[in-house]
């Protein structure tokens, strides 16, 4: 029985499924696995490890893949190019089946070339294989070329008459097809001296930007949770068939599946590490998993999800991100699994081996990464890595409870991601994450500094000395100390003119020595510290500093000012910001608003332009400014991101004391209607059963009912449990009333902008913004 395949195999092939990129893998995994042979022999290779690929320049083009390796002899060459030898062995190599080859050159041309030659030898000698001309026979053409220097040695690889799409993604993308070689190869590339080139310019490694080795956060105050976490776990070792490998279950003498008496222990072993990406971002975070130092697999995101034992197939539950998904992830990580199998395709693992599943279970663990969930269903707490940094990273808060940097007021996500491109196109100022760690320093400073000046303006600047003198029982009219600087600077109102004339202390200090001054104790603001300025206008780049509290800005007449701008060299400027003036203490003025009024001057006389102040205002903010736009989809997301966090809390809550049913007996009859709808809509159905039997329904009801529950049980939910604000203790029912309204009165405008923000006007959009960043304040710790 002849079961030799037509020769038409070889061009079906190509109508396999592969990437672009995938087929110019297949064909730079050889060269790196003979590179790996000879380190790993010792041998001493004064001609460097490179592999350099040449794009067709037009979609009559040929694609080349030429390298610095030890070359072939014709038997190797004769069985390197034959449809389904590998001579690979199965757990070392980066190319692993002997299809590879095949696939990839007859999915990109009809014609290919293999040209070797080892040192010493005195000519090129390679075959050529012509899909077109081919027969059953499978004969290919030998062929040879002449050799100018006996030492060459390497293999080229010519592949022609390239299919007339793939010519042309080819000689269009040799940017993308670095940029996704440097990732499927970074750990190669930097663990290794292999140089790869792509169209003559060297492929770069993609490192992850991930904070530091020794950044952490404190969780409930007092858990060191670090933002890198190393692994290394060694496995039993095993018993793998060399040939077709296979591992082997006990300990026989043949492979029981081929029947090869080939076999060897090898060692398993799962190591790498898990950690935090400095940014968020929606698709760039993940797991990558390697084999052998290629990534099989990035960015995966299998195990943020958590697979129920006992629950139906598809009924599987996402866990990272969850509360606040809009904006993204930031959990990655770089894990080796040598031992475990991988598809033909080298883009997936074996998912049902039980290595993979081994793996999986020591990065994630079995219970849920939410506690609550896990305590819920009866599992101990999930000790894994991946749960650690999921208990001390899942929330993106800005400050350094979640090392996240923000503006003093809010995260600032843009500028992170701003940064996180600047790391991989090679600024040096972003290789470390220093950058990124003094803006989560700052915003730190900058919220301390608001409430600060919040208490100041909350309590009176000078004691009522009349007022104690009365109390004293001594006359009102004998003169108080200081009385006459009281005249000028007690009431809000009075404090303008005051400060507004104020005359400069007769001093000698210049101009520079006075700007020098106020720098040298100032914090820098990270959010304002950037290039501002329109197409229209040109642009300058500007660094903002706030002064230190206690110090007055004075302009060159001492006159007090709020912003003060300081021209250096070229178009960079310095701007001098004073937290404490009237403009923002007092009326609550945002610092990006008079810094704008004071570039737009300077921007207007640059360009000569025609526009009035507030045209230039409004052009320089929308061209500068443009994350702090407010409009119903932007603080809509941001409500329902916080309302989220309430839900978990309250749910967590009522779990924990058991006043679910109690909680549930609150809701209107139109509220439960509606709770039945969105889980329902939700896919919950399942649930609605268990409506006022566990606190699930919390997560479905209408945002609005959550102001009526904390409204009507708030000994559940205040004294630091959900929200900080003391209930309990508060012997005064009006001061009950006055702590549960901070609570509720901000809880209610941001649930109604989380139902209805695309009708909300501007006034109601910036009331929402406003209440969500108290509501945030007004949030417990972790407990």
């Not at 010493?120 to 070329?145: M, N, R, S, Y």
């Not at 081994?358 to 707490?381: D, V």
């Amino acid at each position: 029985m002849k079961i030799t395949p037509s020769a038409r195999v070889l061009s079906m092939l190509g109508e396999i499924d592969f990437d672009e990129w995938q087929c110019v893998a297949e064909l730079v995994d050889n060269p790196f696995d003979d590179f790996l042979d000879i380190l790993r022999s010792g041998t001493e290779w004064p001609d460097g490890f490179t592999v350099s690929v040449t794009l067709p320049s037009s979609p009559q083009g040929v694609l080349e893949v030429r390298d610095t390796g030890r070359g072939m002899s014709y038997d190797r060459l004769t069985r390197a190019v034959r449809a389904g030898w590998s001579g690979n062995d199965m757990h070392d190599k980066l190319g692993l089946f002997g299809m590879g080859f095949n696939i990839s050159t007859a999915r990109l041309g009809r014609r290919t070339r293999i040209l070797t030659t080892r040192a010493g030898d005195t000519e090129w000698i390679g075959v050529e294989i012509d899909l077109d001309q081919i027969k059953d026979d499978f004969e290919a053409k030998d062929i040879t070329e002449p050799k100018s220097d006996p030492t060459q040695h390497g293999t080229r690889i010519i592949v022609d008459r390239l299919h007339r799409t793939r010519a042309e993604w080819l000689r269009r993308n040799g940017a993308s097809l670095r940029n996704t070689l440097g990732s499927v190869y970074s750990w190669i590339l930097t663990e290794h001296p292999f140089d790869l080139y792509v169209g003559g310019t060297r492929v770069k490694p993609v490192r992850h930007c991930r904070w530091g080795d020794e950044r952490y956060v404190l969780f409930n105050g007092k858990e060191r949770i670090p933002a890198y976490i190393p692994i290394n776990e060694r496995l039993q070792d095993g018993i793998a068939c060399r040939d077709c490998g296979e591992w082997q279950i006990g300990s026989g003498d043949v492979c029981s599946v081929c029947g090869s008496v080939n076999l060897s222990v090898r060692e398993r072993r799962i190591h790498g590490w898990l950690g935090v990406q400095r940014y968020l971002d929606k698709t760039e975070y993940g797991i990558d998993f390697l084999r052998n130092g290629r990534k099989i697999r990035r960015w995966d995101k299998q195990l943020f999800t958590w697979n129920n034992p006992d629950g139906v197939a598809g009924n599987e539950e996402p866990e990272y991100p969850v509360e606040l998904a809009h904006q993204g992830g930031r959990l990655i990580g770089e894990i080796h699994l040598d031992h475990v199998p991988v598809t033909y395709q080298k883009d997936a693992f074996e998912y049902g081996d039980r290595s993979w599943l081994t793996a999986m279970e020591l990065l994630r663990g079995l219970a849920p990464l939410q506690p609550q969930r896990a305590r819920k269903l009866g599992y101990p707490e999930n000790e894994s890595p991946l749960a650690l940094l999921f208990k001390g990273f899942r929330r993106n808060d800005a400050g350094l409870r979640y090392l996240v940097p923000g503006d003093g007021h809010k995260p600032v996500h843009a500028d992170t991601r701003d940064w996180g491109r600047k790391f991989q196109a090679g600024v040096s100022e972003f290789q470390t994450d220093e950058h990124w760690w003094q803006a989560v320093l700052r915003h730190e400073e900058i919220k301390k500094r608001g409430k600060e000046a919040r208490t100041t303006t909350s309590v009176p600047a000078q004691p009522d000395e009349q007022a104690v003198l009365g109390a004293l029982g001594l006359p009102v009219d004998i003169p108080a100390s200081g009385a006459a600087q009281l005249g000028t600077e007690s009431g809000a109102v009075s404090t303008v003119p005051a400060q507004a004339t104020m005359a400069v202390k007769e001093t000698t200090e210049t101009r520079g020595e006075r700007l020098a001054r106020y720098e040298s104790a100032a914090s820098p603001h990270a959010y304002l510290s950037r290039s501002f300025g329109h197409p229209e206008l040109g642009y300058v780049k500007v660094r903002t500093l706030l002064l230190k509290p206690g110090e007055r800005l004075l302009d060159d007449h001492g006159l007090s000012a709020p912003v003060l701008l300081d021209q250096r060299s070229g178009n960079e400027l310095t701007a001098l910001v004073d937290p404490e003036h009237y403009a923002f203490r007092r009326f609550g003025a945002d610092y990006a608003d008079l810094l704008l009024v004071e570039l737009a001057a300077v921007l207007k006389v640059r360009a000569r332009s025609d526009w009035n102040p507030s045209q230039l205002v409004a052009a320089i903010r929308a061209e500068s400014l443009q994350d702090s736009v407010l409009d119903g989809t932007t603080v809509g997301a941001e409500a329902r991101d916080l309302l989220s966090e309430i839900r978990e809390r309250v749910a967590e809550v009522l779990d924990e004391s058991g006043g679910y049913t109690a909680a549930y007996g609150h809701l209107s009859d139109e509220q439960k209607f509606a709770t039945e709808e969105a889980m329902i809509a939700a896919g919950r159905v399942g649930l609605v059963g268990r409506l006022g039997l566990d606190s699930g329904f919390v997560h479905h009801v209408p945002a609005l009912a959550l102001v009526r529950l904390v409204e009507v049980m708030p000994a559940s939910f205040m004294d630091g449990t959900v929200f900080r604000g003391p209930y309990f203790g508060v012997s005064s029912p009006s001061g009950k009333a006055l702590s549960l309204a901070r609570v509720t009165g901000c809880l209610a405008d941001v649930a109604t902008l989380g139902t209805f923000a695309g009708e909300a006007t501007a006034p109601q959009l910036r009331r929402a913004r406003l209440s969500i960043a108290l509501l945030r304040d007004e949030l417990a710790g972790e407990e």
